[in-house]
């Protein structure tokens, strides 16, 4: 069983920065691949990004291309997730997920957090 805890959300004005974090605990943590969710209001819930459990792999859906940045720390069992030049659009619940196949940590997570929001305004 994988613990995974949000923070770092809140209130930014567009073209801002924010980098939230995922706290994971748990077994084999460090094995896992991770990534991040979003959900707007009254939208399906999106893949943001996913990174490798050896960190050597990242895959991004192209909104946040060249703005957002995943990483992790293992020793830290800490996932980050770097967000510039933020958009009104951006705004959103963002979850942290896990899996053991970054396959489907990008398509069907077996584990999440509980979301951090993060407003943009304009």
């Known amino acids: 069983q994988v613990r995974l805890v949000e923070s770092g959300g809140g209130l930014v004005q567009a073209g801002g920065s924010l980098r939230l974090s995922c706290a994971a605990s748990?077994?084999?943590?460090?094995?896992?691949?991770m990534g991040w969710f979003r959900q707007a209001p009254g939208k399906e819930r999106e893949f943001v990004a996913a990174?490798?459990?050896?960190?050597?792999?990242?895959t991004y859906t192209n909104s946040v291309k060249g703005r957002f940045l995943i990483s992790r720390d293992n020793a830290k069992t800490t996932l980050y997730l770097q967000m510039n030049t933020l958009k009104p659009e951006d705004t959103a619940i963002y979850y942290c997920a896990a899996d053991a196949s970054f396959r489907m940590v990008v398509n069907d997570p077996g584990s999440w957090g509980q979301g951090t929001q993060v407003t943009v305004s304009s």
């Open positions: 990174i490798s459990w050896s960190a050597d792999r990242t």
């Open positions: 748990g077994r084999t943590v460090s094995s896992l691949a």
